[in-house]
């Protein structure tokens, strides 16, 4: 019985021991790499359809600055649309479908010249 006590000890302090919750493996970095301040940052489920976005920034993402996005528990699913809004530019960019339990950064790119949209994933 003395073993079995000390047994349940141990347990209980290595349980007690341990982070209570991991990082969420869609938690990532967003990196601004497109030559525009960003005003708008925000990501959703593409069973939400486009209209339903909140604005992840608390301030305008400046060219080549980062932010680091966390999910919590409520959302679900590691696939997500992004949608990019221009501090002084009309055109708002989507990224559609989205896997970010693949990455931990994400570096948002825009070309002007042709308008083309890409991110690299790390």
Partial sequence: MKYFLSGLIAIGLSIAAMPS?????????VVNETGYAIKFLGFNAP???????????????????????????????C????????????EAVLWKNV?????????????PGTKTTSFLAE
């Fill in 21 to 29: 919750f991991a990082a969420d493996a869609r938690n990532v970095t």
């Fill in 47 to 77: 069973d939400d359809g486009l209209d339903e976005w909140d604005n992840e920034l608390e301030k305008v993402l400046q060219n080549q600055a980062s932010t680091y996005v966390e999910f919590d528990e409520d959302d679900e699913g």
């Fill in 79 to 90: 696939v997500w649309n992004i949608r990019v809004d221009w501090q002084n530019y009309d």
């Fill in 99 to 111: 896997n970010l339990c693949k990455m931990t950064a994400l570096r948002l790119r825009y070309d």
